[in-house]
């Protein structure tokens, strides 16, 4: 229903088949201990890469759309950035933030550094403080990430000034307060694919 044998019989070299006769074996032996180890797995499903990096282009293509100077749009690539570097923390980081943070300043035309040096050091931070976040529910990791949003636009402005541009108003970090509230939902619909089956099988039980 998971995918979790085919995922295991994928790891471990064996054949799918084999994984699943273990796992019915083990079901009548160990009842609701194998129901609860199947269903944890199920859960912790490794993200394909591939589906990271198509939600960040997916935010950056986003923010490409023209909206004009509107407070509280939400910044979509430092979102999703800093979701994927709690919950990928060996996959997503400084690296990605700072490509990422080159291709936000040159389409929208900002000073060069101005996104990429503000997600360099999100991705830092939520890199460092993943364990800790990922220990709440994802109300309170909108919390907990909230402080990272803020220092990021901070940074922002900061290369802003210096670049010779004026202050954008306080309204300006209202953006941050969206992305928080944005946290929850976005957890659910990045967290979704998770819940697939790797191998789809209506025939099979397990």
Known sequence: ??????GLAGYFG?????????????????????????????????????FVYLTLFAALGLEY????????????????????????PLAIGMGVGFVFGLL??????AAMGQHALAYVVLAYLANSLAR??????????????????LLS??????VRLLAGAEFPGWAYFLSSF???????????LLLLPQLQPV????????
Not at 1 to 6: K, T, Y
Not at 104 to 109: A, C, I, S, T
């Open 1 to 6: 229903l998971m995918g979790v044998c085919a």
């Open 14 to 50: 064996w054949h799918v088949t084999l994984v699943r006769i273990l796992a019915i074996l083990a079901l009548f032996w160990l009842n609701v201990v194998t129901v609860i180890a199947y269903v944890v797995l199920g859960i912790l499903l490794p993200v394909k890469l591939w």
């Open 65 to 88: 759309i023209p909206s004009g100077r509107t407070p509280g749009l939400p910044d979509w690539v430092a979102l999703v950035l800093a979701f994927w570097c709690v919950r990928e």
């Open 104 to 109: 936000m300043d040159v389409g929208l035309g």
């Open 132 to 149: 800790r976040v990922l220990w709440f529910p994802a109300w309170q990791q909108a919390l907990h990430v909230l402080p990272l949003l």
């Open 153 to 158: 636009q901070v940074l922002m402005v900061l």
């Open 178 to 188: 969206s992305r928080a509230l944005l946290w929850m939902p976005l957890s659910l």
């Open 199 to 206: 191998e789809r099988d209506d025939n099979r039980p397990i």
